[in-house]
């Protein structure tokens, strides 16, 4: 279907007045931050306690299973997608046109992709989470910009929060849509707002019994295909209205909504990701989720399970380029063997064997204790997520090594000289957008650091917060020295020192896995140590060592996936074919990791974190342009980021619903 023009496109109007952009402190964009986080802990958290020093083995072993409908449901369901896909997408087409076929978006309609998650009485699948999850490595698999879409559509688009958030009447009128036919996009990001939700500037102004909304929306995911947006804006405080970051269900094709812009990136070249310009849109107030004010805690909430999208795509990938360097390594040879057999490959072909194990144990572990809803898994799927997104992009990298200069040639040159057209440079590439999407990497360090040492600032936080009276401090101290007077003897010794704990990941003829979970309990307590000490060495600077906060945060990651892959290994030796091969892939992969986990504590004292804080400033100032002399800068001319006040669009609308 053409682009046809916006309604909202006029003549060129005099320059429009300058954006009105909140203006916000840190502290300010910390307050707006920590209030949308869910506050309270009602279930226990594996990840948490983790954090804490407290290795609750029991909290995840042994491991939950799905109920045998929900499991026949979900394996029918992959049955029928998998035909789908070997039959229907033509991932180098995709590729090579930079667009999804509507036939293929038609197909998986029909399907019933669009309704995974959503419950069959809406007219949806009703798929569990795990199923969900494994339907997106699946179809990822087949080609990422289509496992792209569906996860933006049901996992942080209109079905999630409608179904966390929603009335009745909005779950009524809408999630039967989204099941059948409509597409749906999220809408948080602006042209100068990232993960600083404070600022956000896009507007929802009450008028009566509807609200009219301006603004600018960026990298809108689906945005350009959608047909229902779930869009965040700021509800200005007036009489009757709390006002605050707001959220909306809002038509795609509303008058006033322009896409100004199909945006193209170094992957995943088939997303329909977009700009969005909302010019006096008028929307019902019965389309407003959840109360003014709570657009934040909706977005954080829907993410705790919607991020394990992401995860399960880099499982996918695992699996494809644990395939591909299996193959190409055992029949390229080098020097008189195949190149596999050489150590410096095998070592790589190792890796990506033993973490794509210990990935699928993350997410399969983290999406079943979201099915069964037993346990709180706001921490666990943040770790999958940043664990995952940066162990695939890894692996992916060693995969484009492993077959050197066929690697870096692209699957069409490959098979327009005659060999097989392996796509590796290309998942190197849609691997990429993963440490960004949904919370940088950066970001979710910070997030799980805040989550981690949400049991210390509860006792002591008012220490170490300046705004806080003397006699808030003197309360707070008298809490804090009982929790640590109770808490930290805990963290002297554990069964991780007894030689005959875990015995039962121990059988004979197989590698012995309870030294690892062992090793896990004590570690454990370590990073429960290191991170007091250093809350008590910076107190109120802690929140400024975000690169000590990262590292602690990679260690708790390791010991996570060590624990469920240990776990994973015990589960399938107990119930499959294949637990012999499950324990060794575990027991690579725990050796791995603790390479890694010692690593990470060493830098946690010995780094250059002072010196690079020296460093940039000198940057910023202007210190060292001259070492920037002798290079020519191919950029183009404009601003660093796009104008975005409000106003009526200016250029041709090219949202292309699909139908």
């Known amino acids: 279907m053409s682009a046809q023009p916006a309604e909202s496109v006029q003549p060129a109007e005099p320059a429009r007045p300058a954006q009105q952009q909140p203006k916000v402190s840190e502290r300010e964009a910390r307050r707006v931050a920590e209030a949308a986080r869910e506050q309270d802990w009602r279930k226990p958290s594996f990840a948490k306690e983790l954090f804490l020093g407290r290795f609750r083995l029991d909290l995840i072993h042994p491991h939950p299973m799905p109920p045998p409908d929900d499991a026949r449901r979900g394996e029918e369901f992959l049955a029928k997608l998998r035909v789908f896909c070997e039959a229907k997408i033509d991932s180098a087409q995709i590729e090579r046109e930079a667009k999804i076929p509507d036939e293929v978006i038609n197909g998986l309609k029909e399907l019933g992709a669009l309704g995974m998650k959503i419950d069959t009485k809406y007219g949806g699948l009703g798929l569990t989470q795990v199923y969900y999850n494994k339907a997106l490595a699946l179809v990822g698999s087949a080609n990422p910009s289509i496992g792209a879409l569906l996860s933006a559509h049901q996992s942080i688009g209109v079905p999630q929060p409608l179904k966390l958030f929603g009335t009745q009447e909005q779950r009524d009128a809408f999630l039967p849509r989204l099941a059948r036919s409509a597409i749906s996009a999220f809408l948080l990001t602006e042209p100068d707002v990232g993960s600083d939700p404070a600022r956000l500037a896009t507007t929802a102004v009450p008028d009566g019994d509807s609200y009219v909304m301006d603004g600018v929306k960026l990298w809108t995911t689906n945005g350009v295909v959608a047909d229902l947006l779930v869009v965040m804006a700021r509800v200005p405080k007036s009489e009757g209205h709390k006002g605050g970051i707001t959220a909306f269900v809002v038509e795609a094709d509303a008058p006033g909504i322009t896409v100004e812009n199909r945006n193209a ?245 197989h590698p012995d896995l309870s030294t690892h979970l062992r090793y896990t309990e004590r570690t454990a307590r370590k990073l429960a140590r290191s991170t007091f000490y250093a809350m008590s060495r910076w107190q109120g600077r802690m929140e400024t060592k975000q690169g000590f906060l990262g590292r602690i945060v990679d260690i708790g990651a390791e010991l996570f996936a060590m624990s469920a892959a240990c776990v994973r290994a015990e589960l399938l030796r107990t119930t499959s074919d294949h637990g012999r091969e499950a324990y060794q892939l575990a027991d690579a992969f725990c050796r791995q990791s603790r390479i890694r986990v010692e690593e990470l504590f060493t830098r946690l004292w010995s780094n250059t974190d002072d010196l690079d804080n020296k460093v940039v400033k000198g940057v910023l100032s202007g210190t060292y342009t001259w070492l920037e002399e002798g290079i020519i800068d191919p950029s183009g001319e404009g601003p660093w980021i796009a104008e975005a006040t409000p106003g009526p669009s200016q250029k041709e609308n090219v949202h292309r619903p699909i139908r």
Request: with cysteine; glycine share 8%.
């Open 265 to 509: 990136f170094m992957g995943l070249r088939g997303l329909e990701n977009g700009v969005t310009r909302f010019h006096q849109v008028r929307v019902p107030a019965a389309n407003r989720i959840g109360p003014e004010g709570a657009g934040l805690k909706i977005a954080l909430t829907t993410l705790n399970t919607g991020r394990l999208s992401l995860p399960a795509m880099c499982v996918g990938a695992g699996k494809w380029c644990l395939k591909i360097a299996r193959e190409w390594s055992s029949v390229r040879e080098q020097w008189g063997k195949p190149v596999a057999l050489h150590e410096a490959v095998g070592s790589k072909i190792s890796f990506i064997a033993a973490t794509t194990f210990a990935l699928e144990a993350v997410l399969d572990l983290s999406s079943q204790m979201a099915d069964e809803d037993r346990n709180d898994i706001r921490i666990e799927a943040a770790l999958a997520k940043l664990y995952g997104s940066e162990m695939a992009c890894l692996m992916a990298d060693e995969l484009v090594q492993i077959r050197g200069g066929r690697g870096y040639e692209t699957a069409e040159s490959l098979a327009a000289r005659g060999e097989r057209a392996v796509p590796a440079e290309q998942i190197l590439r849609d691997l990429r957008i993963n440490r960004i999407f949904e919370g940088s990497t950066e970001i979710m360090h910070l997030l799980i650091a805040r989550e981690a040492v949400d049991a210390h600032l509860k006792v002591a936080g008012d220490i170490i917060d300046p705004e806080k009276p003397l006699s808030a401090k003197a309360k707070a101290g008298a809490t804090a020295a009982g929790f640590y007077a109770r808490w930290l003897p805990k963290l002297v010794t554990g069964p991780g020192q007894l030689p005959r704990s875990y015995a039962e990941f121990h059988p004979s003829d």
